[in-house]
């Protein structure tokens, strides 16, 4: 428990510095959810690599492009993509939750209240949401 | 016999311990005691030894600062009936991060090193003659900058942020918040200075946004916003001289 040590002398303390160990976002809940939103990014960098690969199997020819169709509708592929789905619907919802803090809006000198803000993040993820849709649905009619 | 209530403190005494232990003590388990009020108990009854710093006992002073419960907690302001049902004795440490000095008294020279850094006061490149009267404010002015001003430097987002103790260097929040306090004054002028101390290597950039810090403060003044905000403005300070290198601050 203690042991006597020589460092200490009354006019010159002896402070403890305590260490941080690697594992202390699991220590709380609190810090684990802000680890899982920091992680997401991993979730758009598949989907990301993801476009990608479609595009160089695009340039490589029809061969190479249905054998990335094919491997994109694997049990695999669909089940990785579900997880990223998962997690960046994650990212988007807790982002709009926060971005009220560090968007700071003004009009006629009052500041917007934080549901204003929030609410103009998720129309503006619904339009850009639309409009891809549309876009591919007239593409593929 | 009143009802008892177990709170398991931490101690350390230089003189004589290696590393911090814990010593359980009984309190009295009073409707309107405060941890504080718990902590004054042990120390005129029980152990006078035990150290710890407080002074106001409702929340202006921001000495009395400690984990209650792993948790960053103004003592004055936490009651022990809150903890009365749990089964385990209620845990009081020294704030998280900071450099132990005696039982739950912590270093806090680090942090007042940096608060100097950002020169938390009006800075006026030239003070207006008397004869022109006071610097005057508008209530939306006011409003500006009020809620960053409300900080009592009771460090508890530091405490909070696990930044803090990963990258000591790191400002922190209450500073980078009190540099805030001040660019969004209409009086000062200093906000070019703070702006290059605060967009160095232990700056904002360090901040990752986990919001600890606004959830634990007790004057509700969100350094997170705040460090966020400073974010956008150094980043659009940046796009601007790049753009327009002549206009330069």
């Not at chain 1, 479609?54 to 029809?62: D, I, R, W």
């Not at chain 1, 503006?124 to 649905?137: D, I, N, Q």
């Not at chain 2, 006026?124 to 209530?139: F, N, S």
């Not at chain 2, 605060?198 to 705040?226: H, L, M, Y």
Request: aromatic share 12%; glycine share 6%.
């Amino acid at each position: 428990m203690s042991a006597p040590t020589t460092a200490y002398t009354r006019h010159h303390p002896r402070w403890y510095r305590r260490r941080v160990s690697v594992w202390w976002w699991l220590e709380s809940w609190r810090y684990t959810r802000f680890v899982l939103r920091e992680l997401t990014s991993l979730s758009v960098g598949f989907f990301a690599l993801v476009t990608l690969g479609l595009v160089a199997a695009l340039a490589e020819g029809p061969g190479a492009y249905a054998i990335y169709l094919h491997w994109l509708r694997s049990p695999l592929s669909i089940f990785l993509h579900c997880v990223a789905l998962f997690f960046i619907v994650y990212h988007a919802v807790t982002w709009f939750h926060l971005a009220p803090r560090a968007m700071v809006v003004r009009l006629g000198g009052q500041r917007l209240p934080d549901s204003a803000i929030i609410a103009a993040n998720y129309l503006a993820w619904f339009a850009a949401s639309g409009a891809l849709f549309w876009l591919l649905l007239r593409g593929s009619q | 016999m009143a009802e008892l209530i177990q709170l398991e403190v931490t101690r350390y005494q230089p003189e004589r311990d290696a590393a911090p232990r814990t010593e359980t003590f009984d309190v009295p388990l009073r409707d309107d005691w405060t941890v504080l009020d718990a902590l004054n108990y042990i120390k005129d009854r029980e152990d006078g030894s035990l150290a710890y710093r407080w002074s106001c006992r409702m929340g202006v002073c921001g000495s009395c600062g400690m984990m209650v419960n792993g948790y960053p907690k103004l003592t004055c302001a936490t009651f022990l009936v809150d903890y009365a049902e749990q089964r385990e004795p209620v845990r009081v440490e020294p704030l998280a991060y900071f450099p132990i000095i005696r039982d739950l008294v912590v270093d806090l020279t680090d942090f007042l090193h940096k608060l100097r850094k950002v020169k938390p006061w009006l800075v006026v490149e030239k003070e207006k003659p008397l004869a022109e009267g006071e610097y005057k404010q508008t209530p939306a002015q006011l409003e500006q900058y009020k809620q960053f001003s409300m900080c009592i430097n009771c460090l508890l987002c530091y405490a909070a942020c696990p930044v803090i103790g990963l990258e000591p260097g790191f400002l922190g929040p209450a500073v980078i918040a009190l540099a805030r306090r001040y660019n969004l004054d209409n009086r000062d002028q200093g906000a070019g200075e703070r702006l290059e101390l605060c967009t160095e290597r232990d700056g904002i950039w360090q901040c990752t946004f986990v919001g600890e810090c606004s959830k634990v403060c007790p004057k509700n003044v969100d350094p997170a916003g705040a460090i966020q905000q400073y974010k956008i403005e150094a980043a659009l300070h940046a796009l601007k001289s790049f753009l327009l290198p002549w206009s330069a601050r």
